[in-house]
């Protein structure tokens, strides 16, 4: 909680008060896992990240300009060593191309999440001028458009109401292991929904939060995207 308050008063009477960088840390001071990885402002310093990760990263341009990153290609996923040098170069040249003067923050590089063996899903907060702090949860990914699966509560959720809404979106038997896949950790889901709405309900700066998506996995769950706006 120190912690978390101390990455928001760092952010205080900022001009741009959404936040990609100082979002991943506030999840972690509440708790919520994230994908190991950094944000980093040259290629070399990215390559140096990346040898720290087993395997493949993936990497995204960091811009309070671009909101939704894959859609201007800032998203590359699976990108070897040797291709990071590349692939930062590109990323950079995209976001340009997109808007010549976003403020550009840098790459962040990040662990791959096993997406085929979890399940994406999205967790967020709205703050509704008539009912308060609303968290939402529902099926994340390329699908929540299209699928509009969510549900609501008012923050705060006691642990049977976070859980009832793991239970209560259509895709749920996703959740439970459809087709022969393994379940995933609906315990961690569960507890994902407690601590950001014990975040929210902390910090009534944090006017908007969006965690999409939270990849649930068989063991574990996973904030690979988050987006932040405070007051
Ligand atoms: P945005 O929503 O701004 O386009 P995301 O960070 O959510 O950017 O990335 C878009 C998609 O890329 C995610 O929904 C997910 O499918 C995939 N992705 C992002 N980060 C990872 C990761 N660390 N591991 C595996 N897949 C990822
Ligand atoms: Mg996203």
Redesign the pocket.
């Known amino acids: 909680r120190e912690r978390a308050r101390d990455i928001l008063e760092s952010v205080e009477g900022r001009d741009d008060t959404r936040l990609g960088v100082e979002a991943m840390d506030l999840l972690d001071a509440y708790g919520i896992e994230t994908?190991q990885?950094e944000i980093v402002d040259s290629p070399g310093d990215a390559l140096d990240v990346a040898e720290t990760i087993d395997g493949g990263?993936?990497m995204?341009i960091v811009s309070p300009d671009?909101?939704?990153?894959?859609?201007i290609g800032?998203?590359k996923?699976g990108v070897e060593n040797e291709d990071v040098y590349d692939a930062y170069e590109d990323l950079i040249t995209r976001a340009r191309n997109y808007q010549p003067d976003a403020n550009i923050i840098g790459v962040?590089v990040?662990?791959?999440?096993?997406?085929d063996a979890g399940v994406?899903t999205i967790v967020g907060m709205n703050r509704d001028p008539q009912f308060g702090p609303l968290l939402m949860f529902g099926l994340?990914?390329?699908f929540v458009e299209v699928m509009e699966d969510t549900t609501f509560r008012v923050a705060p959720v006691a642990e049977n109401e976070a859980h009832a809404m793991t239970e209560e979106i259509d895709s749920a038997p996703l959740l439970r292991g459809a087709r022969g896949r393994d379940p995933v950790d609906v315990d961690e889901v569960t507890e994902t929904i407690q601590r950001l709405s014990q975040l929210v309900t902390d910090f009534p700066a944090i006017l908007e939060l969006d965690i999409?998506?939270l990849?649930a996995l068989p063991d574990g769950a996973?904030a690979?995207?988050v987006?932040l706006t405070v007051d």
């Open positions: 994908p990885g990263v993936v995204k671009i909101l939704h990153k894959s859609d800032g998203v996923v962040q990040q662990e791959m999440v096993d997406l994406e994340g990914g390329i999409n998506p990849v996973q690979v995207d987006r």
